[in-house]
């Protein structure tokens, strides 16, 4: 998988030249994964047919999303999981009472 150089993107990279990572079988996003853009907790996962990949964060999947899907990407988002509320999604932040 590409690593955040420090050097901003305009685009995001040609599907070329991402190594095939995808993992087999779960698709939940960890916290360890980070935006290939800008090194951000990854919240959006663009996923083409020969199983490469580029993770995002919430702000550049949505900036990229369009391009991705035209690329022929299956864009998974799971920036709900920002938004607090009873079904599931919550804010990550919060900290446990009593810790």
């Known amino acids: 998988m590409p690593k955040f150089s420090g050097t901003p993107w305009v685009d995001p990279p040609s599907i070329e ?11 939940q996003l960890l916290v360890s994964d980070r935006c290939d853009r800008c090194g951000a907790q990854a919240f959006v996962r663009a996923i083409w047919p020969n199983l490469r990949e580029l993770l995002f964060c919430a702000h550049h ?39």
Do not use: C, H
Request: hydrophobic share 30%.
């Open 17 to 27: 030249n991402i190594p095939a990572t995808v993992p087999a079988g779960d698709d």
């Open 61 to 99: 999947g949505r900036k990229y999303a369009k391009k991705l899907r035209d690329d022929g990407a299956d864009v998974i988002d799971q920036s709900w999981r920002l938004v607090d509320g009873e079904t599931g999604p919550r804010d990550i932040y919060s900290m446990p009472d009593g810790v």
